[in-house]
């Protein structure tokens, strides 16, 4: 998670580092004519990661004007000429960040955003799709991540989110239903957008109980000639594992028994899907048996 957060942040960790180098050399021109007092005072060139460049090697146009008690630089891709970032500074030097920074996607919808303090990162920095979902929050103090929230979704609908602290551990997982609502971790559905399958499909598990059921158990018990039908219910943990097996009907002759170590021994199934987060599922299969006499 971190290093998803600090690749996504590079660009502007750089820039901190390049600006103490590179700034003093900046080129900056002053505009003589602006309509009002909120109209850019100042252009500078700038490459990606928002160090002065000859006007020649730009990728970014800045332009700066004073916000409040801050100095403010919207920069302009030089290309399409759309809003790339708008950061803030102490002065028109940009010698460091300080205050509201803010990049943008193509399309005009904010990428990133946070706080700076004396140069550092601080508070709380958010990241956004381009879609306008946000994806990501990370609280930092002077720079050093303290925690990191990464948020999922599926069909545009939040999924779930998962809580991170400093060193990576996860110590919060949240799953949502399309409501929005919480999804108790423990909670076991009867219905779901998807429901378990076992490997391909329900054909596979009824070869598979066929193929791994002693027959001869309840031929050898003493059971009459007929095919008997033992209904099993049990639950499909998110993992694919099989837990609570119990038998629901009371056919007898061992095969209640049977068929419970059949379906404890089978194979991972894939679990089912609620707003797409695996979760517990309660389901109920036949074992079927046949004896001959």
Aim: glycine share 6%; net charge positive.
């Amino acid at each position: 998670m971190y290093s998803l957060y600090k690749q996504s942040l590079q660009r502007t960790s750089n820039s901190i580092y390049m600006k103490k180098i590179l700034l003093p050399i900046c080129i900056i021109v002053f505009l003589i004519n602006y309509a009002s007092a909120q109209s850019y005072k100042y252009v500078y060139y700038l490459d990606e990661n928002l160090v002065s460049v000859e006007k020649s090697n730009a990728s970014l146009i800045g332009k700066g004007l004073n916000d409040s008690t801050l100095f403010l630089v919207d920069c302009f891709d030089k290309i399409t000429g759309k809003l790339s970032v708008s950061a803030h500074f102490p002065d028109s030097s940009l010698s460091r960040f300080e205050g509201r920074y803010r990049e943008y996607y193509t399309s005009g919808q904010t990428k990133q955003e946070g706080n700076y303090e004396n140069g550092e990162q601080q508070g709380e920095w958010f990241l956004w799709d381009s879609t306008g979902l946000k994806t990501l929050s990370v609280l930092l103090d002077k720079g050093k991540q303290i925690s990191a929230t990464q948020y999922h979704y599926y069909k545009g609908n939040l999924s779930s989110k998962r809580v991170q602290d400093s060193n990576g551990e996860e110590i919060m997982f949240v799953m949502y239903d399309k409501k929005g609502n919480e999804i108790k971790d423990d909670k076991i559905f009867e219905k779901a957008d998807v429901k378990p399958v076992f490997q391909e499909d329900r054909i596979t598990f009824q070869r598979y109980a066929i193929e791994n059921t002693d027959t001869q158990v309840p031929y050898s018990k003493g059971a009459s000639h007929g095919r008997y039908l033992v209904y099993i219910n049990f639950v499909v943990e998110k993992n694919g594992q099989v837990t609570n097996v119990k038998s629901q009907s009371l056919e007898g002759y061992g095969m209640e028994d049977e068929a419970i170590r059949v379906i404890k021994n089978s194979p991972l199934w894939k679990p089912a899907l609620q707003n797409g987060n695996p979760v517990r599922f309660q389901m109920k299969e036949i074992v079927p048996f046949v004896v001959n006499r």
